[in-house]
């Protein structure tokens, strides 16, 4: 079925949404935080202050299943999670309340397929935004609706070879570890609904890759305190719980095309481009940037 193009700058109902202590250990865990990271994993270690690890505002700011609604009627199991970025605005407490609200910003007809982004804000209780996320979905079969085929342009990847990486080997639970985080989706648990999406058995979360990926981004490029601004990437393939998964970055001064340029007024900060394979050097994370330094 096509898609309801007056869905397009749809604007959700405000969502109440609050985290305590074990809602930050438990993301920090699942995305292969451990004993060298004690201020992500632990609240209670002599002079250790427990902190979100910077990344874990994605997962609030994620679109309510009733945007996707809004669209119209599409086959669910046609729907990809094709793309994520993220732009803090404030570091994340480890204990919180605030709200979310999605925007449809984007919706492009491919024809034979749709591309659509929504952007979830996070909010403090004052009002105070924390984070914004851009999540792009691919839809086959819910083209030809009349729209418009969006941008094509693409940022390059990077050229020449990588200045440093890192291979992080996941644990075979740890898709099962991440849906806690509050993605219960049964593609990764579930192993008879992943055969019939034509997995041979549970696949890992795209945002745990990314969330893997963005730690070790900032470990094997010595960012002290992970002063996370924004980071964004594309999901290129499905990975496993138990793969070993590369990281490798760029920095501008190491490769011909620069990374992402840092958002204004945000000096000092450092940006790298980075991707990550998974088993065969198959790409499962692409075109990805990462811009760290001071919150303002």
């Not at 996707?68 to 994340?92: N, T, Y």
């Not at 407490?93 to 919706?107: H, L, N, Q, R």
Request: hydrophobic share 35%; charged share 15%; aromatic share 6%.
């Amino acid at each position: 079925m096509p898609l309801d193009p007056t869905a397009l700058g749809y604007i959700s109902p405000t969502i109440p949404v609050s985290w305590d202590e074990r809602d930050t250990m438990l993301y920090a865990l699942s995305i292969g935080a451990g004993t060298d990271d004690l201020e992500y994993t632990t609240e209670n270690t002599a002079g250790v202050r427990l902190t979100a690890t910077p990344s874990m505002p994605v997962v609030y700011c994620q679109p309510s299943s009733d945007v996707w609604d809004r669209l119209g009627e599409f086959d669910w199991s046609c729907l990809v999670h094709a793309a994520q970025s993220l732009e803090l605005h404030a570091p994340m407490p480890p204990v919180g309340a605030g709200s979310i609200t999605t925007t449809i910003t984007e919706m492009s007809d491919k024809g034979t397929a749709a591309v659509v982004t929504a952007r979830t804000e996070l909010r403090d209780t004052d009002g105070t935004s924390l984070a914004t996320g851009d999540s792009t979905v691919f839809i086959r079969g819910a083209g030809g609706w009349g729209g418009g085929r969006g941008s094509t342009v693409t940022p390059p990847p990077p050229e020449g070879p990588a200045d440093r990486e890192a291979t992080v080997v996941t644990a075979p639970t740890q898709a099962l570890l991440y849906r806690l985080n509050a993605d219960r989706n049964p593609l990764h648990s579930d192993p008879a609904f992943a055969r019939r999406a034509n997995f041979d058995r549970p696949i890992l979360h795209g945002l745990c890759t990314l969330g893997i990926a963005v730690l070790s981004v900032a470990r094997i490029n010595h960012i002290p305190g992970m002063q996370l601004q924004r980071f964004s990437a594309r999901f290129a393939n499905s990975c496993y719980p138990g793969d070993a998964l590369t990281t490798r970055t760029w920095s501008p001064n190491g490769s011909t095309a620069a990374p992402e340029a840092a958002p204004p007024g945000t000096a000092g900060s450092r940006s790298v481009a980075f991707d990550t394979l998974g088993p065969g050097g198959v790409a499962v994370l692409s075109r990805g940037a990462a811009t760290f330094g001071p919150l303002t």
